[in-house]
């Protein structure tokens, strides 16, 4: 929304709000250690790429997704496709520390500064599906293509072209560079 404006809220980003913490609270109280929330940044050329991690644990990453009962496969590919995306920036950023993001300082969250190891597993945890870990095979491959999509977005020519010949293609285009299994 060019306005300022923030969408509204939904009892669907509610409900997986609440399903997020609700897994965070589970690792907190079966005593293991684990931050939500850790934001990370990866440099590309002089744009910075933000990234956000649901869950970090001294031996995972998780992404966390509210889904109980039926789901389109898009949700599933674009959720898997989103922690490949994810593995390849932490692989590559500057360093290996993670912060507490900004929304959640602007709640009040104090910051926290993580020093991960970035060749743990990353996981996605896709509501009562179950839980996947996703191995990147070729990370460069991967920030190739956002570095062109970022090229692309210079001007609206060239980003409708990108998105014409690459939206809703993402998936199939980078599959070949990671894996996934359920656990």
Known sequence: MRSGNKPAVTERMVSGCNYQANVYDDIIQSGETAADEMQGVYRCGEDNIYFCIDIVKPNAFIEVKSVFGDYES???????????????????????????????????????????????????????????????????????????????LTDYTSARSFDEQWKHKEFSLLRKYFEYSKI
Request: hydrophobic letters at 40%; aromatic letters at 12%.
């Open 74 to 152: 898009w949700y599933f590919e674009s959720s898997l496709l989103q922690c490949a995306v994810y593995k390849s920036l932490l692989m590559h950023m500057e360093g290996n520390t993670l912060k507490t993001a900004r929304f959640r300082l602007n709640e009040g969250v104090e910051e926290q500064t993580l020093t991960v190891d970035v060749t743990q597993p990353y996981y996605l945890k896709f509501g009562n599906v179950g839980t996947f870990e996703v191995k990147v095979k070729n990370s460069k491959e991967i920030l190739n293509f956002l570095k062109k999509k970022i090229e692309a």
